[in-house]
């Protein structure tokens, strides 16, 4: 497989597709049946974090994607939390993200990618240096790229 093959980009789309069915799937089974919110949201950490994480010890994620993903798993909260009522102004508010984090206590989808990645980093400190992943991450290039935007070459 060479570098500039297209097949990280179809895993990629395949891969959103994928976690946009388990969404769909999981808010079809919370209309469908009334069930507890700590059970939604034991679906939702199993169904679609586990959809949405996999590989991703080796992907190379920028701000702009850390954002998109965060949003994502906002949406997903909000829609299993639902509006709350309030007593105070007698009316429904919908909860800000410091009250969702603070509610779920849980690592966001971002720290969890993090993790994954330095536990992949740790794993491949502790298998032999002949291996291929040790031998990647130590490689020394001996070429540099070209500053600018790259030649057109019909």
Request: with cysteine.
């Amino acid at each position: 497989m060479s570098f500039c093959s297209l097949e990280p980009c179809r895993f990629a789309f395949r891969q959103c597709i994928s976690v946009s069915d388990a969404s769909g799937y999981l808010l079809l089974l919370t209309r469908s049946v009334q069930v507890i919110n700590n059970n939604i949201l034991q679906l939702k950490n199993t169904i679609i974090d586990k959809t949405l994480t996999c590989a991703s010890e080796t992907w190379i994620l920028t701000k702009r994607d850390r954002m998109q993903l965060d949003i994502f798993e906002r949406k997903v909260y909000r829609r299993i939390l639902g509006p709350v009522y309030d007593n105070k102004k007698e009316n429904w508010m919908i909860l800000t993200n410091k009250e969702i984090y603070a509610s779920l206590k849980k690592p966001t989808i971002t720290e969890t990618i993090r993790l994954s990645r330095l536990r992949w980093f740790v794993h491949v400190q502790r298998v032999g240096e002949n291996r291929i992943p040790v031998r990647v991450l130590y490689m020394n290039l001996e070429t540099t790229r070209l500053r600018g935007r790259p030649r057109n070459r019909w």
